[in-house]
């Protein structure tokens, strides 16, 4: 929201969508260091207070916000490209649109806190630190995958990401599972436990939230509530939309995912009282532009004109980029040359990926499983075995 003291004249919509500019900027010879940002007001459920409403952003943190939006837009564009190219195969979820809710979230991390998520998850493997060449060359089944190319658009991994999860739901409760860990090991992780609001109606999920509140886990359950589980609009398909409410007596925060300060402040609120108190349910509002997967057009149950509206009023990308050039915390050149060393870098990825190799057929057998007690691993035909080995790249054991 630009503060210009003629907010009565401002269509009470765009006054809603509006990203809001900072309140407070810290300069140094012109050039500002640093901004105070403000945000759309959280929702609380069994909370008396919330996270703040105001967040500061340094310079240092703008340009890495905007960069890594920005690289995974780039990157979820490259993605779709090579499946309609066919050098992707099998399913393909894009995440462009909800760019802001996994850098937020990401921002507030620690290094001892983990995530896991379901499968739209080509920018979380990114954030997590695998190169945009290992993302593009797995999605293509290429040996310079992080997973080899055995894993594909679903199944990637690194240190404290477990992973996308191709079972709608499962991953909730390996996350608690995951959140369990760190309290047993008594190093104040938490365990970030994402899914969609199509799977917020699974058994397991509310199962996952019952036993957390129980074992006082530090688990936060992130409802990422794009508006649509596959084509059925979240109001169709739930009784009670309002996700941040469904965990009962644990806490509950509605934040605007959208904004990626906003994401953050709403993140590192979560992490304390996951520590201190409970785990946290915290739904966060976005949008997809692309179908739910690449064999869904997404436009026979939304509109054109619905998507264009969000990309118009909404963008995390744009938004945020209107308010650090309005701080001072960054040029139009300097965004301008790194819109290009992004571009080169998901376009020379991109090559990568295609002119990668595939892994040998040995290799399809190893690393089945981290600590091998059975032996072989039984094959296709009945009767057959393949000898099980390990290249010793395994995660997170």
């Known amino acids: 929201m630009i503060k210009t003291g003629m907010g009565s004249l401002v269509p009470r919509i765009l006054r809603q969508q509006t990203a809001v500019v900072p309140s407070t900027v ?39 916000y905007y960069r890594q939006m920005q690289t995974i837009r780039r990157l979820e564009t490259s993605a ?58 797995e999605l293509a089944g ?8 055995k894993g594909g658009s679903m199944h990637m991994y690194a240190p404290n990401f477990y992973g996308g999860n191709g079972i709608v739901g499962a991953q909730v409760p390996l996350g608690a599972g995951v959140a369990l860990a760190c309290k047993y090991k008594g190093n104040e992780g938490v365990c970030l436990a994402l899914y969609g609001d199509g799977a917020a109606n699974q058994g397991q999920i509310f199962e996952a939230y019952n036993m957390a509140h ?8 992130v409802c990422e509530n794009n ?39 709403a993140t590192e609120f979560a992490i304390k009282h996951a520590l201190n108190v409970g785990p946290v349910v915290m739904e966060v509002y976005t949008y997809r532009y692309s179908g739910h997967s690449m064999s869904d057009p997404g436009t026979s149950y939304r509109t054109r004109e619905e ?44 090559k990568q990926a295609k002119a990668d190799a595939e892994i040998g057929l040995p290799e399809l057998s190893t690393d089945v499983y981290g600590q091998n007690l059975q032996g072989d691993i039984r094959g296709c035909n009945p009767g057959s075995w393949l000898k099980h080995g390990t290249l010793k790249r395994a995660v997170n054991l």
Request: glycine share 10%.
């Open 227 to 265: 508006g649509y589980g596959m084509g059925t609009s979240a109001e169709r398909g739930s009784c009670n939309v309002n996700y941040y409410q469904r965990g009962d007596v644990l806490a509950g925060i509605w934040v605007d995912g959208m904004d990626v300060v906003a994401v953050r402040l």
């Open 26 to 64: 810290v300069s140094v010879k012109n050039y500002a260091t640093e901004a105070t940002f403000e945000t759309k007001p959280f929702k609380l459920h069994n909370l008396k207070e919330g996270p703040p409403t105001t967040g500061k952003v340094t310079k240092d943190e703008a340009v890495k």
């Open 80 to 137: 779709g490209n090579l499946y309609k190219e066919k050098l992707v195969r099998g399913f393909c979820h894009l995440y462009s649109g909800q760019e802001a809710c996994a850098v937020g979230m990401k921002g507030a991390m620690r290094p001892q806190d983990n995530i896991i998520s379901a499968y739209r998850v080509h920018g979380w493997t990114y954030l997590m630190g695998v190169s945009t060449t290992g993302v593009l060359s």
């Open 214 to 221: 129980l074992w006082k886990l530090p688990c936060i359950f």
């Open 142 to 149: 290429k040996q310079g995958g992080c997973a080899r190319g």
């Open 307 to 350: 998507v264009q509206e969000v990309r118009q009023t909404r963008d995390p990308i744009s938004s945020f980029k209107e308010k650090i050039l309005t701080a001072g915390l960054v040029t139009a050149d300097e965004l301008k040359a790194m819109d290009n060393e992004i571009k080169k870098e998901v376009d020379e990825a991109t």
